[in-house]
């Protein structure tokens, strides 16, 4: 679709003979808050920085606001805030210092924003950056990310080491920034709690491959819950046996599926005692737990 | 938009610290020597500190020019800020270059044989000064982006080759340093705390270099995805340590026995390595310069702090040594023995020496108002046969008035001797005769010979020295040089005291079997340099002091 933010269609990146991204196809549309929701290991981070720039991507094609990030230069920097879960701060610099280093750098910065935002969360200007907590840390990253008003912010999991609390401020920073600017968020996590807080939109990333992708509730409409009195046999391929007692068994499947009446005839007695949508965390299970359809 | 160079100049100098100051040891030891030690020598370490080492610094830059980013974890901020790959690097190339000319300049300042080597070459008018300079930036900068070029698997053979280099230098420089230090001292040098100190630089900054360059070998070696992990404390301490430990004694086995100040020869001959024969050296009694001679009829003032400076040099093409230098008492004139010529050399005043007459010997007077030197004629005394004929010196000594200039013969006899000295206090000469004998000829009354008793008879002298000491009453300390009975062309030196008013000599001290070109005696301290081959020992008369007193 034009006018998306992101666009990559058949991302491959290798690192030697490891395959890491298999073929990645993701459009992002404007306005949205969209998270990336992978396990470890996933290509999460090796995403996210092909999509920077940041490394080479081995094929395919890959489309930021317009550029390929690869060839482009600081003219697509500037609409882009990025923070990576290091912060990557300079840890010598006083706060003071970074601001200026980065205020300098970018044609546009909301210095306002920048003063209050400190203010709100204690950040004294002298301070040291090596001396901040990790939650300390990742506000001061997001500020910097913030300030100078960037089309597309994107976060690679900044939430990682966080306490509850410092989690629940920086997603508050999120929401409310989003409401502010109508800014795209694109961010990467294996936190379904930070997803369903605040994103719109999802991609379950899992094996090098884009598994599912799209609105929040549709991707979570996607997969069907049913529990049955009895345990099935020879399930087909796009069926996931999520639980199974003496009580019978819980499985999940594409909602779109219509197989199901014919797999429970298959099975004798057993019957359908419950059918509804997948709660998230059922469809990160489904889609990550063999569910790479490579 | 202003261009934030001056934090992004700082943020290169804070996370490349390491690589930036990694010649500050090595500058702060040359230095320390070059004040305290007139350090002056070791030409070829020019080359070696201002080319080669850069050289290898300057690919290593490169190398590692997003290394450290990566290391810190601050590669991704800074690369997606608005700021262009050409933009970093240039700053980081022009950081670099700055740091690595620096250091070039610092190592030819120290390393060369004048303070001012570098700005003389860039001003001598030509084109060659900046010709030198150009073809040392265009150096490190292709140094510098070869490393840059070189990433990805080419990036590991870089490093293989890079490493033993690295190691090689660190190791030649430690080990001809830690030589250097172990060998050389300046001639008054009573402290051992600066060469241990440098002893510890040279020890810490190579330690340091090798650990690094294991490291990173060991990483290469277990393909370490991240400098971040460390390997095992053992593996990167036991071998840097095992081969200090081999360093060190392979230097200790080249060190022995402690030599002394061997870079004055050097410097003073204008010889790569120290390599004459002998050296008389001098102490003015009123400071602390001492007048060195050396072949080719050279004198040159060694100070503490100073590069020896040359002080005369013959116009003759004849090559020979200057055997016999002597102070005035005040310090002001110099007296020595060229070719049979006596000379003295105002020291004060930049003046060529004055020839004064033709002898050997010159000594002063106790006040210094005048020299007397001696001049010999040898003929033999008749005899029924040949074999019987005795070869006798006829000495005229000769009396040269220091105010008035005027040189009128003083005194003669017959005697067969050398090292004459002379007492004018109490109206006499000393000398020593072949035979072993402290001779002392009174003047008052007639010519008297009387032989002094206390001195070992019967053992040839192969030389004789007369040293006076003022303090705390007029006396002389004579060193006594005997063919050492057991081992060839090595010497036993006994050294007395001699009373002048008494005639009577002391005993204060002796070696024996020593394989020496030549001995300096501090008359006021009783220290001595013992020297072989232009490396000097440093011993103590043992309670000097109190025997003088």
Redesign the interface.
Known sequence: MSGDMIQCSNLKKNYGHKKVLKGVDLNIPPGTIYALLGTNGAGKTTLI?TL?G?IPRSSGNVNILGSDPWQA???L??R?G?V?E????????KIA?II???R????KWNSGFVASSLQRFGLAENTRIRTLSKGQKVRLALILALAPEPDLLILDEPMSGLDPLAQRDFLKILQQDAERTGRTIFFSTHDLHDVETIATHVAILFNGRIQATGALDAVRASIRRIRTTGQLKNLPPQVRELEVNKDGGVYLLPAADQAWPEITGANGDCQVVEDSPALLEEVFLYYCAGGDKA | ????RP??LK?EL??NSLFYLFPLPFVLALAVLKITCAFAGLPWLIPLFSVGVPFTLAVAYGLQAFDIEED?????????????ILRIVTEKYLIGLTILLFWAVTFWWLCGSSYFELPQALSVGSWAGWLILAGIILTYSCSFLAGLWIQGPKKLLAVLLLTPLMLGWAFLAWSSWATFFLHNFTLQQTSWVIPLFLIVIAFAVSGSIILLTFQTVIWLLQQRPSLRETPGLTCSILPPVLLLLLGLLLNLALAVPLRISNFIGAELFGLEKPAFWTLEGAWNPRNNLLAVSGPNYRIALASLGKTPKVLYQSDTEKKGIIPVLAWSPRGDLLAFEEDGKIYLLNTREKQKPVWVGNGTNPCWSQTGEALLFASAESYTTEAPTKEHSILLFHQVFYHVDIKTGIVRPYLEFDAVGNHWTWDDANDAIWYVSPAGELVRVTLKEGFSFHPVPGVPSGRPIIYARFYRVNHPSPKFIVTLYYLNQNKRQHVDVYFYLLDPVKAMIKPLHHESGLNLTTLILHPQTGTYLLGRNGAFTKRQIPKFREVLQ
């Open positions: 920085r920077l940041l230069g600081p003219n920097r500037q882009i990025y990576s290091e912060q990557g701060l300079y840890g010598w610099m210092q200026k280093f980065c300098d750098l970018y044609p | 938009m202003k261009f934030p934090l992004l943020k804070h996370q810190q974890q601050t590669r991704d901020f800074l690369l997606v800020k608005p700021l262009s």
